[in-house]
């Protein structure tokens, strides 16, 4: 039992609150953490009752040290204490503030219950109860990192798949005539979603003609040019020729080295020589506006 | 004649683990910044991102991934010749039949069959090491410069495409 560890947290508690909310309002005096935003008072709040609550719980039950009861108690807490860590990590995140300051202002908390514990205490505090609250942090401080890691997880694969979502644009060059700009990476992914984008459009506008450039594909390797030759075939199917453009010439040499041939594709080497070739398909052509009579 | 970059020691060797089609992208483009900022011209330099693209896609594919090494090195034999060396090494099932899978053309996997021929062909030296299921180890070199036939001496990054042409 820690009775005094109980005591402490039931008998100061506002006070510790407040101490801990106060000094976080200020960038701490040795820097382990920069100040609070004010909006970051409400999840701080929260916070911490649910950690008074747990560490409260805790501390009136027998409570076993032994690292080989890895203890209800732990998994416990730790479903407790994830709605209100996440949502503190969350905010941190979208005010821009660094994982450590986070991290600062919970191991502050600490500090400042090890402070009280030992205040109140009359004898020696139980050493029990001093390991068993530093173990406690830690378990905290390992799950918000861990917390703060799976944020950012999410939020690099959201971002990835929106630039994905950025980057296939079909565009309507001219009445049957489509460009497909391909910059970037192209993957077994990013090609199905180029073909699915490319015919939906050339069923809705009828297209005779699909320039697809390729200025901007870093690298054509072996995979890249054969999801674009599955991409060619699709689009053919659906009635509609390809103008490949911006192979480099680099690329060009590296393409026929590979041993890989487009076959009857008509490829053009700059973009404006594609749309020429696409307007001369479907019988037009760009022309001078003719002089006005005077 | 441009000055040779001494190969440093932070751009001397890097190394890639490849799980998915998604690292392909790093390491390849990892490749084509070190042999440009070796000096390699453009070509030459795609050459080696691309052979390093198809065997890295090979190991994503085909190994249950692997690691790819990059290393900076210098020809034992002539003094300033520069180069890089591609190390590609996976613990996958091997190559069953490693002629088969040098066969243009031939792939087991729905695909169009020119990787590793393809990626031979693009690096000035090739050797691979390949058992069953002890993996497959690839190592393979693109020199800064091509080499200089004594029979035809070209010069060109053109002429190196075809080096059994005969002078004109």
Known sequence: ?294 | MVDLPAPSEECGSRRFSIQTEADVMAVARGARQLAEHLGFSQVRAYHLATATSELATNLAVYAGGGMVQLHVIEDPAKANRIGVELRVEDQGPGIPDLALAMTEGFSTGARLGCGLPGASRLMDEFSIDTSAHQGTRIRAVKWRQPALLPTAPISTEAGSLAPTRTAP
């Not at chain 1, 998994?75 to 005010?95: F, G």
């Not at chain 1, 068993?132 to 999410?154: G, K």
């Not at chain 1, 630039?163 to 644009?169: G, H, V």
């Open chain 1, 1 to 294: 039992m820690t009775p005094s560890l109980s005591q402490v947290l039931k008998h100061r508690q506002d006070e510790l609150l407040e101490h801990w909310l106060r000094d976080l309002s200020q960038t701490s005096s040795d820097g382990s953490f920069s100040s609070a935003h004010p909006e970051l008072i409400e999840p701080l709040r929260e916070l911490f009752y649910v950690l008074m609550t747990q560490l409260d719980q805790a501390a009136s039950r027998e409570i076993s040290l032994a690292t080989d009861q890895p203890s209800r108690l732990e998994r416990e807490q730790q479903t407790a204490l994830e709605p209100p860590l996440k949502q503190l990590v969350a905010e941190q995140a979208r005010l821009q503030r660094s994982l450590s300051d986070t991290l600062g202002f919970l191991l502050y908390l600490k500090h400042l219950l090890f402070k009280a514990l030992f205040a109140a205490a009359d004898q020696a505090v139980e050493e029990r109860s001093i390991l068993w609250l530093d173990h406690c942090f830690e378990q905290i401080a390992r799950q918000t990192f861990d917390l703060a890691l799976a944020q950012r997880d999410r939020y690099i694969s959201e971002q990835s798949i929106s630039i994905m979502e950025l980057s296939t644009p079909v565009l309507r060059l001219w009445h049957q005539i489509l460009l497909l700009p391909l910059v970037g990476v192209i993957d077994t992914g990013r090609a199905r979603q180029i073909t699915d984008h490319l015919l939906e459009a050339i069923a809705k506008y009828e297209a005779r003609v699909t320039v697809i450039d390729l200025t901007g594909v870093p690298i054509i390797d072996t995979s890249v040019a054969q999801h674009i030759m599955k991409t060619i075939d699709a689009a053919r199917l659906l009635g509609s020729r390809v103008v490949l453009t911006g192979i480099s010439p680099e690329g060009a040499q590296t393409l026929t080295k590979l041993g890989i041939r487009f076959g009857d594709v008509i490829s053009r080497a700059s973009l404006r020589a594609g749309i020429a070739e696409a307007l001369l398909i479907t019988g037009k052509r760009i022309a001078a506006m003719e002089a006005s009579p005077r």
